[in-house]
Structures are given as C-alpha cells and as structure tokens.
C-alpha cells in the first residue's frame, strides 16, 4: 500500500484508497470535482487538521467495497463497470426512494426542501445517465478505439458539460446535508425518517464514487489535457 500524503491529490488518495471516499465526504471535502486539488491544501481550506485525516486514511485498507480494484482496469472495461454497478443501480433506486420521501414528508413537515431537492437530483441524475449511456460513452469507446482528432473535437464538449453537471449533483447532496443536518435523525424520529436518511447517505456515496470514476480516473485517462 502507497503510503498517503499530504501532497498527494484528492483524485490520487481515492484511487489508492477507495473507503478514503467516506472520510473525505463527511469532511466535506470534495473530491470529484476537485480531484487535482491537494489533500493538504483542502484540509487547510476547511480548517481540520491533516495529521488526524492522514492517519485515518492510512488505518483503512486499500480493498474497494466490492472487492474490484479501478486501477488495473482498461478504460472500456471502467465504463462497462460505471454502467453495470452505477447507472441501472440509479435507475431502480431513484424511483423506489421517492415515495418513501413523500412519506417522510407528510409526517415531518418541516423537510418539504428534502422532496423538492430530490425531484431535482432525481431529474438531473436520471437524464445524466441517459445522455452517457447513448451518446458520451459510445463516442469515448469509439475514441478509446480508434483515436482521431475528429472524435477528440467530438468528445470536448461533451466531457466538459458531463463534469458541469458532476458539480450539480455535488451540489443537490451538499444542500441535502444542510437540511438533514448531515442525514443524522433527530430523536424521536420516525422508521420511516430514519429508512429516507439512511438511504440518501448511501445514494450520496455511490454517486459520489461514480462521479469520481469519471472524472479522476476515466476522463484523466483518455487524452488528457485535451478532454479536461
């Protein structure tokens, strides 16, 4: 195991250490769209001390949750993974939480921003995939096959709006943390409560770590600096 450091990149240590991506979301530090920003200097940003967020890091091992090891992957075979293991994930989860949320909201009525930020995240991460599965990684894979200039000016603009709406959904999981206070149920509160916050914490970091796929190892692959 490589041996985290502070100089390291946030896109480097979540590749070496995929459970990192925990650690850093709780933190709040984001590493899908700042993966070239230092770990040091994102600690420094926020306040926390890294010589307590190195030593976490390097207590973890280096397994990724379902035993699948991103680096020694070709590019093709990290699509078919962010497709098999994120998207169709996406597909069946989105719409079997969201009657569980209007649930929730009917007996807490104090979260109806939590039901209107999902629909938002909802729409936004359903056509997301949507426009990957049938337009962007057909173009990378035909890329990834046969590189042209052609392809590569075919491919910049769609990469770049791709990582535009990373931001987004970064964004609908951090204003879904200020209204959970950070999917943390308060007491008393109901099964149902408890059932929402814990599975839009599970959404979050798969996301998260599919988002970090993309943009950290999978776009950074393929050609760059021309696809950044």
């Known amino acids: 195991m490589k041996t985290i450091t502070e100089n390291m990149t946030l896109g480097e240590v979540v590749v070496e250490v995929p459970k990192s991506s925990d650690i850093l979301r709780e933190l709040h530090i984001d590493f ?14 926020r306040g926390l001390p890294i010589e307590n ?6 207590e973890l091992d280096t397994e990724n949750t379902d035993g699948i090891d991103i680096k020694y992957m070709d590019e ?11 998207h169709e994930d996406l597909k069946d989860e989105l719409p079997v939480l969201e009657p569980y949320i209007e649930k929730m909201v009917k007996q807490e009525s104090g979260l109806g921003e939590v039901m209107d930020i ?4 909802k729409k936004s991460l359903l056509e ?24 590569k000016e075919a491919l910049r603009p ?16 951090y204003r879904l943390r200020e209204v959970t206070n950070d999917f943390t149920p ?8 408890r059932l929402v916050y814990d599975r839009l914490g599970r959404l979050e970091s798969d996301t998260l770590d599919h988002i970090h796929l993309e943009n950290n190892i999978l776009f950074e692959r393929v050609n760059n600096p021309s696809l950044k």
């Open 32 to 45: 899908v769209n700042h993966g070239h920003q230092q770990l040091g200097d994102a600690a420094f940003e």
């Open 128 to 151: 997301h995939i949507e426009e990957e599965d049938a337009s962007v990684f057909p173009l990378l894979e035909s890329y990834i096959g046969s590189p042209s200039e052609s392809k």
């Open 118 to 121: 999902f629909r938002s995240l």
């Open 76 to 86: 093709i075979s990290i699509i078919k993974y962010i497709q098999r293991r994120y």
């Open 158 to 173: 769609r990469v770049t709006k791709i990582k535009n709406e990373h931001r987004d959904v970064t964004e609908f999981f």
């Open 186 to 193: 308060h007491e008393g509160a109901s099964g149902v409560l």
């Open 53 to 58: 967020i190195l030593y976490e890091i390097n």
